[in-house]
């Protein structure tokens, strides 16, 4: 069964900087290579909303106008592992922070936005951003 496991969340100050990771495993039908990974975040009381992505085909990123510039999206298809480099982190990135992944053919900003493009999730790991 495949599964995504995030870690890599924590308490930081504002300016502060944390990296998540994405690992995954149990990819035996498709490779986890041929995945598109996306990075999710829901703070409380408010909806889900994407953050950043990789896509499987050839490892273009789109980030959410909020974090361009600040966060970084990579992947190391080698470990099975996608991670987020977050920069100058400020309090309304506070959230639990949720990678997915899915097989699809969608391209661009979209991909921030149809969560049903992904069917594996993780449980999510806990940013918080104090001011």
């Known amino acids: 069964q495949p599964q995504l496991v995030e870690s890599g969340g924590g308490l930081v100050q504002s300016g502060g900087s944390l990296r998540l990771q994405c690992v995954s495993s149990?990819?035996?039908?498709?490779?986890?290579?041929?995945?598109?990974v996306g990075w999710f975040r829901q703070a409380p009381g408010k909806e889900r909303e994407g953050v950043s992505i990789?896509?499987?085909?050839?490892?273009?990123?789109v980030h959410r106008d909020s974090v361009k510039g600040r966060f970084t999206i990579s992947r190391d298809n080698a470990k099975n592992t996608v991670y987020l480099q977050m920069n100058n982190l400020k309090p309304e990135d506070t959230a639990v922070y949720y990678c997915?992944?899915?097989?699809?053919?969608?391209?661009?900003?979209?991909?921030?936005?149809?969560?049903?493009?992904?069917?594996?999730w993780g449980q999510g790991t806990q940013v918080t951003v104090s001011s």
């Open positions: 149990g990819f035996t039908l498709n490779p986890f290579s041929r995945y598109t």
């Open positions: 990789i896509h499987s085909s050839d490892g273009t990123t």
């Open positions: 997915a992944a899915g097989i699809t053919y969608a391209r661009g900003t979209s991909l921030l936005y149809y969560f049903n493009e992904y069917d594996i």
